[in-house]
């Protein structure tokens, strides 16, 4: 079953505004990792973020991790129409394989 | 998507037929992985490789057979295609340094159609 939940399923902003997305999981991990992917393409790496830390920075990209409540959000700020995708996040426990969310579509109006 | 293909991109078959989907790497990564994702449930893992003939079930294996007898191929093999199996089908791969984070990357995807 899928360890990683992303909410809210779906997303509408302006261009310029911040897009927040949350992604809850159930057990212990040693990392999480959020990707994204354009309609019809495969995913892509975007950022990771390690258990023992509690932000990351990449660019227009923030993502925090609090492992007391199982969380993380992703957030991209002064959106662009180009960030117009799915988001997923995924968690690696302790094996090579990661369990993905269903996923946060986001649409960026001009 | 750079140095994962995937074969074919696209296919349509009928119900009963046994159907093969091809996944080659030339990043020389040790690890690959099948996905099929369908709408409302994100990636699920339906196999796994850690190396040259060796494979693992992932959360949906039934129905679904893999091969990997070198490193740079990853072949998933659906015995008698039935309809449930109808989705798009993503290769992905890891490396296996150490201290690896197992990040993955994908490969472009195959849509398969099952009538």
């Known amino acids: 079953s899928q360890q990683g939940e992303e909410d809210p399923q779906a997303l509408s902003i302006q261009e310029g505004e911040n897009a927040t997305m949350n992604c809850s999981y159930k057990t212990s991990i040693n990392n999480l990792q959020w990707y994204r992917q354009n309609s019809g393409r495969g995913l892509v790496h975007l950022i990771l973020i390690r258990s023992n830390e509690r932000e990351k920075h990449s660019g227009r990209l923030r993502v925090t991790l609090d492992t007391s409540k199982k969380s993380s959000s992703l957030l991209i700020t002064a959106s662009r129409a180009a960030d117009t995708a799915s988001y997923f996040c995924?968690?690696?426990?302790?094996?090579?394989?990661?369990?993905f969310g269903a996923g946060t579509t986001v649409t960026v109006r001009a | 998507d750079a140095g994962i293909t995937q074969s074919p991109r696209h296919k349509v078959t009928e119900t009963g037929t046994p159907v093969t989907l091809r996944c080659h790497q030339t990043?020389?990564?040790?690890?690959m992985y099948w996905y099929r994702q369908d709408p409302g449930h994100g990636l699920r893992l339906i196999h796994y490789s850690y190396g040259v003939k060796d494979t693992d079930k992932g959360e949906v294996s039934d129905g679904y057979s893999v091969s990997r007898s070198k490193t740079e191929d990853f072949l998933l093999t659906l015995e008698s295609a039935t309809s449930s199996q109808t989705s798009v089908y993503f290769c992905a791969i890891s490396e296996s340094v150490q201290g690896a984070s197992y990040e993955q990357y994908f490969g472009p995807g195959t849509r398969l159609t099952v009538t």
């Open positions: 995924a968690t690696r426990h302790f094996d090579y394989k990661l369990s």
């Open positions: 990043e020389n990564h040790r690890y």
